[in-house]
């Protein structure tokens, strides 16, 4: 069973965070919160979540892939993160997949992990850079182990993509469908 990290700290995206651990569980992926704060880690919107662990009592290699949720807040804390940033270039290093949906491209950046081609929440691009930025061409930007996406309102189309690559097919469609997702 494909094993998932997904870090999270004050400031979070509700909506991405929470439909990333759903449609991943739902596809029989085991997933593992991680914070960097407080178990209860308190959202950008006031929503608490409970984490499973901290992410210092944690090895990211247990895990196949490490998905870093967006929210301005919670980019910043995980961007300035040793912690964080060590995590994400020891999967680098190991050849693992790691993954950022909205403002979270920019701690893959600062961890020098971000390939080139990439997307993320609008006006993030200046913070990080304009050579290879996809803007809205795409809702997901998967450049070989490294998969970006835009923002809440893409945050499912990232997920199942994130299912499709850590499964197949099958279990993507069958999610997919389970999920009213219309296919585009």
Known sequence: MPKVLVTISTGFEEIEAITIIDVLRRAEIEVVIATINDILTVGA????????????????????????????????????????????????????????????????????????????????????????????????????????SRGPATAMTFALELVKILK????YQKVKAGLLVKSS
Not at 131 to 144: A, F, P, S
């Open 45 to 148: 919107n006031a929503i608490v979540i409970q984490a499973n662990q901290y992410l210092k009592d944690i090895n990211p290699l247990d895990f196949d892939m490490i998905v870093l949720p967006g929210g301005g807040i919670n980019t910043q804390n995980l961007a300035s993160s040793t912690l964080v940033q060590n995590s994400l270039k020891q999967m680098k290093e190991k050849d693992k997949y790691i993954a950022a949906i909205c403002a979270a491209p920019y701690a893959l950046h600062t961890a020098n992990v971000l390939n080139r081609n990439y997307t993320c929440y609008p006006s993030f691009e200046e913070k990080i850079r304009q050579d290879g930025y996809q803007g809205d061409k795409q809702e997901v930007v998967i450049d070989e182990k490294i998969i970006t």
């Open 168 to 171: 197949d097919e099958n279990t």
